[in-house]
């Protein structure tokens, strides 16, 4: 579960990030986070990930108070986060499957368990065969792949999706949103940042959209296949 | 944390060494230049120190004895001179053998005129006393006056302030150069492991985000650190030692006057080659290891 209450950011520069947010997403929730350039839309995540904290108000995450947590406390709150990043953020130095065994060796799983674990989310993903492959040798769009399997493969209760569509072929971008829905639907919470209308009204569900740091709109659109 | 969990971090690093080629050989060749110049300045530094401290034990206060002295006064000042604390060495230099040597080392014309002389020997009995600690020798001299038989006392005061003054001034420049190379060497190993880190600042971020601890993450960078460090301290080790011994063998040869007025000979490298190992080793592992830790440590804010 996902929350703000009343939160705003302002930055050291003077510009307010954030103004006021109120939003709850409960555990399951898909939505979808909208907005232009500057509207606050990075801000939101870097609050959720706790990489900033709030100027004031409160945001609870998982059942963490990002107020209060410690900051030793900080890597827990993440391990029950999956991220994926627009510009993938693999670590060009490990295999694909390195890459994803490395978020269980972080939470000090069994080597058995990651043995089975990560071909499991590798073929999830349909990447089964590229397991000893290194991220510079696969294409925008398996290299998102393998950054959404890294993201959900310790069970994460919310993952997050930062215009996850934004490096790679509009094509494939339908395929990624699938997925995400396909995890979402086996109860993991979901929180996609775009500024992809056309994925938007082709998905349909919660959509959140951030104007100069307001929430301007967040209710329940219907999907269809016209934007594709 | 598992055992597994330990050998993958170890394996981590032992493996970055080699991933990060390019950086992690830029890290060894700093190092090892830099272990190379200060250890070789040390070294130069010990043995400059050894060759002033082999020509400064060699300075003797002469003690000239009463001409009325008895065997029996002689064996007791013996003992007694042996009693000062800043005395090494004592020796007992008969009037007899003195007239003797002195004789032996004239000219044959100088022999035939002192046969005109009265056959008496005028030279006094004495001991030639050696001092551990120059710079008290005026207080030892003192000490040796007051004994009854003592006439009076020779000691090369001036020549053992020009040593002292040369001792402190080689130890001041040796210490000045060390510690200025050291200062230099540190610059340059923090700049390039910083490098080397911030090169891979991406990668620590990621970790991050994944919900890496601190430790999980510095682990392998501090493993890694320290390999490079180790490997370039064998390196410079091995450059040292061929450049010691090259050295060793020339000024040897150049300094054998020196070895005429007591110095000391060098260091050989046998001799010192345990602590040199030590120390390059020591040295080598603790940068390497902390440098790349100390530096990865910046990137973890996040």
Redesign the interface.
């Known amino acids: 579960m996902v929350e703000f209450k009343d939160v705003s950011v302002t930055y050291s520069s003077g510009v307010d990030a954030l103004d006021g947010i109120n939003l709850r997403i409960n555990d399951g929730d898909f939505a979808f986070i909208v907005g232009s350039n500057g509207a606050g839309k990075s801000t939101l995540i870097k609050l959720l990930?706790k990489?900033i904290d709030a100027t004031s108000g409160t945001v609870l995450v998982n059942g963490y108070n990002l107020r209060k947590i410690r900051r030793r406390k900080v890597?827990?709150?993440?391990?029950t986060i999956g991220?994926v990043f627009q510009d993938f953020?693999?670590?060009?130095?490990m295999t694909v499957y390195e890459n994803i065994a490395?978020?269980l060796?972080?939470?000090?799983a069994?080597?058995k368990y990651i043995k089975t674990r990560v071909p499991y989310v590798l073929e999830l993903v349909g990447l089964s065969d590229k397991m000893k492959t290194y991220p510079e040798q696969l294409s925008g769009g398996e290299q998102q792949r393998v950054a959404l399997a890294?993201a959900l493969v310790n069970d994460p209760k919310l993952i997050i999706a930062d215009e996850p569509t934004g490096n790679i072929d509009p094509e494939l971008s339908y395929d990624i949103v699938e997925l995400l829905k396909g995890i979402n639907e086996c109860g993991t919470t979901v929180l996609m940042v775009t500024h992809e209308h056309n994925l938007v009204r082709y998905f349909g569900g919660r959509v959140i959209s951030l104007e100069n740091g307001s929430i301007t709109f967040d209710e329940m659109v219907g999907g269809s296949d016209a934007g594709k | 944390m598992r055992v597994s969990s330990a050998g993958y971090l170890v394996k981590q690093g032992v493996t970055g060494v080699w991933k990060n080629r390019m950086m992690s050989f830029a890290s060894f060749c700093i190092m090892l230049v830099s272990l190379m110049l200060v250890g070789i300045s040390i070294l130069a530094g010990i043995n400059i120190s050894r060759i002033i401290s082999g020509i400064e034990a060699q300075n003797e206060i002469f003690v000239v004895l009463k001409p009325e002295v008895t065997q029996a006064d002689i064996d007791k000042l013996y003992v007694e001179f042996n009693n000062i604390s800043n005395v090494t060495d004592v020796t007992f230099y008969s009037k007899d053998q003195a007239w003797a040597d002195m004789i032996a080392d004239m000219t044959q014309q100088e022999r035939e005129a002192m046969q005109y002389g009265n056959g008496d020997n005028p030279l006094p009995d004495t001991f030639r006393v050696k001092i551990a600690d120059l710079e008290i020798m005026d207080i030892t001299s003192s000490q040796l006056t007051t004994f009854d038989m003592v006439e009076s006392i020779q000691s090369p005061e001036s020549f053992a302030t020009a040593l002292i003054s040369l001792r402190n001034v080689a130890a001041l420049i040796t210490s000045a150069v060390v510690i200025a190379l050291m200062i230099i060497c540190l610059v340059i190993i923090s700049n390039t492991t910083r490098t080397s880190v911030h090169a891979r600042r991406k990668e620590i971020n990621i970790m991050k985000y994944v919900g890496a601890t601190n430790s999980f993450i510095r682990i392998p960078f501090f493993i890694e650190g320290m390999l490079i460090g180790i490997l370039a301290a064998i390196g410079a080790l091995i450059l040292t030692r061929f450049a010691y011994i090259e050295l060793y063998n020339v000024i040897t040869e150049q300094l054998q006057g020196l070895q005429m007025m007591g110095s000391k000979p060098l260091y050989s490298f046998s001799s010192i080659s345990t602590y040199v190992t030590i120390a390059y080793l020591a040295a080598g592992t603790v940068i390497g290891a902390l440098g790349t830790t100390i530096s990865a440590g910046k990137y973890l804010k996040v």
């Open positions: 990930l990489e890597s827990m709150l993440r391990r991220v953020r693999l670590i060009p130095t490395f978020v060796r972080v939470i000090d069994p080597k890294r």
